[in-house]
């Protein structure tokens, strides 16, 4: 099939705007979650909407952390080639470029700047970058110059002109991000620098002061003139690093050294086909068209989920992890992660991590680990530090996904403790551990009129979290604690009401809150409504089908949630908010996969014994609602997340339930998939057609075997897929008619009342 980098458009969902979202995407250059990434800047005055797919102006090549365009940047800088006259200013600098000529791949940005006739090539490592400069117009050239342009901010810069260096460090940063992080680089110039040609420039783009060479402040830039040679050829080697001027260039000597261009590009190429191909796709070739639409999203799917969270730590002079700490400001031993948030990747990125790179899977986890000891809580949504954005303390259920998966490489029992803390004690301000847990613990939930903003959610989102902290309490042997926590897991039965069939605010004094409109979003709810989000308790979806009045009563429920027409209200929100457009914008009823809260939504079909309705309402969003273009995504991706849930319903089967270590089996999108396992062991996925048909490619299945064995229930565990062996479905051209038993159902806290029993 040729090189699976050929299939990424890295472009993917990034045609999105403040009010509307086809994925608030980048298109990011850089290693798989290398420290941070490389993108274009076509319109630095939109904040997190800096690039556009339709603009044809190019104000430079940013470095970049943003994870989401909610959350912004950090530690930014621009850089572009000039000549001519002397242009600091982004509107003022941007050069004209052709869309057509742009190549923006993992591993490669290629462009040509039409206003100085230079050509612009960058490949990535995992903190630094190779540029190569290619000037067409020599006489042209003799005026050239390279310009760092920063951000709002603190910034200190010095040019060594002898050397042909700029070094320095911005502040520059976006809400919540720590008063003391510093971005360090280190730029290297393969010709001579013209001192009388460079200079620090203010915050107004204007030179400090003639030829000077070193400078400090507010919004402080610096360019350098340069003599280009003969070839028109200028090499520029970019380090960077959160520790010290020293640090980068130690990762400068590390990562590039006296490497060519040509010898980074490489690498870069080879370590993307490594990070890709840990999933060889082949298709049936039936519909020659259809099969390289899915190709190319998947493969720019399984880019999108490699990208976040960023590896923050860096290596010293002997080779030993150290990293800036965002929680207390100090350099510290070991790794860190950073630029993620649990409540939008629990759900998918992680899981998938857990099953393609478990050891990558550990490492992030002895991060997070780091990151509770330097900072005292556990993080919730780290940018790159703690930003205390969205409901929960879901990195209670990463934790838990990834021990009950075997992945234990780290500190176990302090991981515990920061989990445990979190339940428990009530945190000194908002922005850590659980909002409103005094209330939590004394009532059992989130009362409404204490708690006007998500106290629905928040409390869903504990009751999960407190089942999850129970597992690793399990395995750790702490018996009053698990008992404890899986009680407290139950406390979602608190706020549904049975006569409405709906999650719903219930005040301290245990009345619901009124009126009650089902398609009023906000208030109790985040980003969403009653729809969206009463079905949160993926621990014990069987458990929630008795508060229905069984299975049956719950599926008509899940039918007139597809079935119903896509309308809202704004409730709280005073306006509409993007999540509210993107569902409206499809006929998906109320099933608003354009957020994170409706991934499992077709699973629970699958949960409560009917796969065909969830194989087809997967199937259906993944063909409509999903491809690799710049509208490829039906909402926010955010790290992964959105991209993973898509390759979880390409493989044919999806991790329902985090925490637990089994996956619903569903329906896979290609012939044969190739899973490369890290340990060495294959696990091959075919699709294959019912004797007397044609297509393998349809969405029903008729019968799924594990290594030609009959797989007699709707779940297959985690242990048996990570061994590897065939997966084999066999599609039919109908829907088979087949009842389901409870025992054959997925887990359900319910129906294993005291142990995780996997089939």
């Not at 998500?454 to 979290?465: F, Q, R």
Request: net charge negative.
């Amino acid at each position: 099939m040729g090189k699976r980098i050929h299939y990424v458009n890295t472009l993917q969902g990034t045609d999105s705007t403040y009010p509307f979202s086809n994925g608030n995407t980048l298109p990011l250059t850089g290693m798989p979650f290398g420290a941070g990434a490389w993108t274009l800047q076509t319109n630095e005055a939109g904040g997190g909407w800096f690039f556009s797919p339709h603009h044809n102006r190019l104000e430079g090549i940013r470095y970049t952390h943003q994870p989401s365009p909610w959350i912004g940047d950090y530690g930014h800088m621009v850089f572009m080639p000039q000549t001519g006259p002397l242009k600091l200013g982004a509107m003022e600098r941007s050069s004209s470029i052709r869309l057509g000529d742009l190549v923006t791949r993992p591993d490669y940005i290629s462009t040509h700047l039409l206003r100085y006739q230079t050509q612009f090539e960058l490949v990535p490592t995992e903190r630094c970058a190779k540029i190569r400069l290619t000037f067409s117009d020599l006489e042209a050239a003799k005026t050239a110059r390279f310009i760092c342009a920063p951000f709002v901010g603190e910034s200190a810069f010095t040019i060594d002109s002898k050397q042909g260096l700029i070094t320095g460090y911005t502040t520059a940063k976006a809400g919540d991000t720590p008063v003391h992080l510093k971005q360090y680089f280190v730029i290297r110039f393969d010709c001579p620098v013209v001192e009388q040609e460079s200079s620090c420039f203010t915050a107004q783009f204007k030179p400090v002061s003639t030829n000077a060479q070193d400078a400090k402040g507010e919004r402080v830039g610096a360019y350098a003139g340069l003599e280009v040679p003969e070839d028109g050829i200028v090499h520029v080697s970019v380090a960077t690093s959160l520790i010290s001027i020293e640090q980068a260039w130690i990762n400068m000597e590390r990562e590039l050294g006296e490497q060519s261009f040509a010898d980074i590009a490489q690498q870069a190429e080879e370590r993307w086909e490594k990070q890709l191909g840990v999933i060889e796709v082949e298709t049936a070739g039936v519909n020659e068209q259809e099969d390289e639409r899915n190709l190319r999203t998947f493969y720019s799917s399984l880019y999108r989920t490699s990208l976040f969270p960023h590896a923050i730590h860096e290596y010293d002079a002997d080779g030993k992890k150290v990293h800036y700490s965002p929680y207390n400001g100090k350099i510290e031993d070991g790794p860190l992660y950073a630029d993620i948030g649990f409540w939008d990747t629990y759900r998918t990125s992680f899981p998938l991590y857990s099953l393609l790179y478990p050891t990558f899977m550990s490492e992030m986890m002895e991060g997070w680990v780091n990151a509770y000891k330097e900072g005292g809580w556990m993080p919730k949504w780290v940018s790159p530090g703690e930003r205390s954005s969205m409901p929960g303390t879901l990195i209670d259920v990463s934790f838990a996904d990834a021990v009950m998966k075997g992945i234990t490489n780290f500190d176990l029992e302090s991981a515990f403790e920061g989990l445990y803390k979190h339940a428990v004690t009530p945190p000194p301000h908002p922005g850590l551990g659980r909002k409103g847990l005094t209330e939590y613990l004394e009532y059992g939930y989130l009362p409404a009129d204490i708690h006007t903003h998500e106290s629905v959610c928040n409390t869903l989102d504990y009751a999960y979290g407190d089942f999850c902290i129970a597992q690793i309490a399990k395995v750790l042997g702490k018996t009053e604690e698990y008992e404890m926590l899986m009680e407290r897991s139950r406390n979602y039965q608190l706020l549904f009401d049975q006569e409405i069939g709906f999650m719903r605010g219930k005040q301290s004094d245990g009345s619901w809150i009124t009126p009650f409109d089902a398609y009023e979003w906000g208030g109790p709810y985040c980003e969403g409504g009653p729809w969206q989000s009463s079905f949160a308790v993926q621990h014990d979806l069987l458990g929630l089908a008795g508060l229905y009045g069984g299975k049956e009563e719950m599926k008509k429920q899940l039918d007139l949630l597809f079935t119903s027409p896509p309308v809202f209200k704004v409730g709280s929100y005073g306006f509409e908010i993007h999540e509210m457009s993107e569902m409206a914008a499809v006929d998906f009823g109320q099933f608003a996969i354009s957020n994170q809260p409706s991934f499992h939504l077709p699973y629970i079909y699958t949960a409560l014994g009917y796969p065909e309705e969830a194989n087809y309402w997967v199937r259906k969003a993944m063909d409509e609602l999903f491809s690799a273009e710049t509208s490829g995504f039906p909402g926010d991706e955010d790290n992964g997340s959105m991209a993973a849930w898509y390759l979880f319903g390409a493989m044919g089967f999806y991790p329902l339930s985090p925490g637990v270590p089994e996956y619903v089996l569903g329906s896979p999108l290609f012939a044969k998939m190739t899973v490369h396992l890290e340990d060495g062991n294959t696990l091959v996925i075919r699709s294959l057609p019912e004797a007397g048909s044609e297509s393998a490619e349809a969405v029903h299945v008729s019968q799924i075997q594990m290594n030609e064995e009959q797989v007699e229930s709707l779940s297959i565990s985690h242990d048996v897929l990570k061994v590897g062996g065939e997966l084999t479905f066999t599609k039919s051209a109908s829907s088979p008619q087949k009842t389901w038993k409870e025992s054959q159902l997925p887990y359900s806290m319910s129906k294993e009342k005291d142990s995780i029993s996997i089939k």
